[in-house]
């Protein structure tokens, strides 16, 4: 099993979601392992990252997740084509934003 890390630079320790505090871990081998480059899991209340990507697909991913967990939490109901769509297009706004 690979070793988390609870920190990584470019990333938040947590995020705070409709009153759910939810921990930001990263794994250097969740890509390889699971196939993906980030993971929620609603019942830990938990994102995990994997940290060997560039800063900006890491912070990309961590959108991803966040939108995953508001999907989660608000029962939204979602596709992921819309998860992706949304996460692709807060991460340009906000790296954009002057």
Same mark, same amino acid.
């Given at each position: 099993?690979?070793?988390?890390?609870?920190?990584?630079?470019? $990333?938040?320790?947590?995020?705070?979601?409709?009153?759910? +505090?939810?921990? !930001?871990?990263?794994?250097?081998? #969740?890509?390889? /392992?699971?196939?993906?480059?980030?993971?929620?899991?609603?019942?830990?209340?938990?994102?995990?990252?994997?940290?060997?990507?560039?800063?900006? $697909?890491?912070?990309?991913?961590?959108?991803?997740?966040? +939108?995953?967990? !508001?999907?989660?939490?608000?029962? #939204?109901?979602? /596709?992921?084509?819309?998860?992706?769509?949304?996460?692709?297009?807060?991460?340009?706004?906000?790296?954009?934003?002057?």
């Amino acid at each position: 099993m690979a070793r988390r890390k609870r920190r990584q630079s470019v $990333l938040p320790k947590s995020v705070t979601i409709g009153g759910h +505090v939810i921990r !930001i871990e990263t794994d250097d081998g #969740l890509g390889e /392992r699971a196939g993906c480059y980030g993971q929620y899991h609603d019942s830990r209340n938990l994102i995990v990252v994997d940290s060997r990507f560039a800063d900006s $697909l890491q912070s990309e991913t961590l959108l991803h997740e966040i +939108v995953e967990a !508001i999907n989660a939490k608000a029962e #939204l109901r979602l /596709r992921h084509y819309q998860i992706q769509t949304l996460a692709l297009l807060l991460h340009q706004a906000l790296t954009t934003a002057q």
